[in-house]
């Protein structure tokens, strides 16, 4: 029995320490309350090409609307180095559960909605599987452009869990390019 106890003990550790914690997902979450504009505000990954272009980023806007079907439509608004705004759309399809979403287009196995007070902030999960490498993001979306700490409280505390480290993170700043993207 002690040894059953102790191999129980050793596999949860070993799945903690290697990033496959479990990732909540937003109890009750409201599709219609979590519409509307965000800007990711900060990222955090272990994506290659994520970390190699971070400090050049600038925070997106996106525009999130609630389908009848349960999926959520996004348009995104991308500042460029040029200064002008790229726009791109994507549709998450709504998973198991609700607050769980994928989109089979951009490679997102597995997207959750974490936590949000639906007002100020919202922190979301991403996985991505490209060419056999799996990836996780979180991102934390703000109502307004500016980091709201409640958010970013929660993400600090899911990272570490996660495999991710404070390295792997950017706070991205505010631009003015995407601003008016889909007013």
Same mark, same amino acid.
Request: overall charge negative; some cysteine; glycine content about 8%.
């Given at each position: 029995?002690?040894?059953?106890?102790?191999? #129980?003990?050793?596999?949860?550790?070993?799945?903690a320490s290697s990033g496959q914690a479990q990732v909540p997902i937003q109890a009750n979450f409201d599709?219609?309350?979590?519409?509307?504009?965000?800007?990711?505000?900060?990222?955090?990954?272990?994506?290659?090409?994520?970390?190699?272009?971070?400090?050049?980023?600038?925070?997106?806007?996106?525009?999130?609307?609630?389908?009848?079907? #349960?999926?959520?439509?996004?348009?995104?608004?991308?500042?460029?180095?040029?200064?002008?705004?790229?726009?791109?759309?994507a549709t998450l399809s709504k998973g198991a559960m609700d607050g769980q979403f994928s989109n089979a287009?951009?490679?997102?196995?597995?997207?959750?909605?974490?936590?949000?007070?639906?007002?100020?902030?919202?922190?979301?999960?991403?996985?991505?599987?490209?060419? #056999?490498?799996?990836?996780?993001?979180?991102?934390?979306?703000?109502?307004?452009?500016?980091?709201?700490?409640?958010?970013?409280?929660?993400?600090?505390?899911?990272?570490?869990?996660?495999?991710?480290?404070?390295s792997q993170g950017a706070l991205l700043p505010k631009s003015d390019q995407c601003a008016g993207a889909?007013?």
């Amino acid at each position: 029995m002690l040894q059953v106890l102790l191999l #129980g003990c050793i596999l949860a550790l070993l799945r903690a320490s290697s990033g496959q914690a479990q990732v909540p997902i937003q109890a009750n979450f409201d599709a219609n309350q979590f519409q509307g504009t965000w800007y990711v505000v900060g990222v955090v990954s272990d994506d290659q090409g994520f970390l190699d272009s971070k400090d050049d980023m600038k925070m997106p806007v996106v525009l999130v609307t609630s389908l009848a079907n #349960g999926d959520l439509a996004l348009k995104f608004g991308y500042s460029t180095p040029d200064g002008s705004c790229q726009k791109v759309d994507a549709t998450l399809s709504k998973g198991a559960m609700d607050g769980q979403f994928s989109n089979a287009a951009m490679a997102q196995t597995n997207v959750r909605v974490v936590s949000t007070d639906y007002e100020h902030f919202a922190v979301v999960y991403l996985e991505t599987q490209k060419e #056999g490498v799996r990836n996780v993001w979180l991102q934390l979306y703000a109502r307004a452009p500016e980091l709201f700490p409640e958010g970013a409280q929660k993400m600090q505390q899911l990272a570490p869990l996660l495999g991710l480290n404070p390295s792997q993170g950017a706070l991205l700043p505010k631009s003015d390019q995407c601003a008016g993207a889909f007013s």
